[in-house]
């Protein structure tokens, strides 16, 4: 772990402030976020392996090693937070055949929920699917204390039978 007057150092380089402000544009955060995020990633992988005094000597001499492990942090962060939104479109188009064109609309919630309670009959799954609707698979995944993994299946599952079991509500 670097020190934290090395960490300093990092944070005043030029290099490091374009890479926050470039970061903080394409997602669309302040800049203080944007930073934090970068230097987090930095510190817990880009220079995990890197000692204080090469960091240091990097600093001094300006190393094209250093500016480029910036660059690719700051890719890194970009890479994982679009496929992370790429993931919640993903699992929205997959919901889409229960859940309303319009999530913001109250109303039409409740519908879905009370439609696909009518469906199941196991009380924690009507719990589930209602959280998902709720508040999104953030929420759903701590308050049931589930894996990306776990969560994944659960809704790939839920979205098969309530498609299949449309029909018997339908008629």
């Not at 890719?75 to 319009?102: C, F, N, Y």
């Not at 039409?108 to 959280?131: D, F, G, K, M, T």
């Amino acid at each position: 772990m670097l020190s934290e007057q090395t960490v300093r150092d990092i944070l005043t380089l030029p290099q490091f402030g374009s890479q926050a402000s470039v970061l903080s544009r394409h997602l669309k955060e302040p800049l203080a976020d944007a930073s934090q995020d970068l230097i987090v990633e930095l510190l817990t992988h880009r220079l995990q392996s890197w000692t204080d005094l090469r960091v240091e000597v990097a600093i001094m001499r300006e190393l094209p090693d250093l500016m480029w492990r910036i660059a690719y942090a700051r890719k890194d962060i970009e890479r994982q937070q679009w496929h992370s939104e790429k993931v919640e479109a993903d699992k929205a188009d997959m919901l889409g055949l229960t859940i309303p064109p319009d999530p913001h609309n109250e109303a039409e919630i409740e519908e879905a929920i009370e439609r696909a309670n009518s469906i199941l009959h196991n009380s924690q799954s009507r719990a589930w699917v209602s959280c998902v609707l709720q508040h999104g698979k953030a929420e759903t995944m701590a308050q049931f204390h589930q894996t990306n993994r776990q969560f994944q299946t659960k809704l790939r599952k839920m979205v098969n039978y309530l498609t299949e079991h449309r029909k018997d509500i339908d008629k």
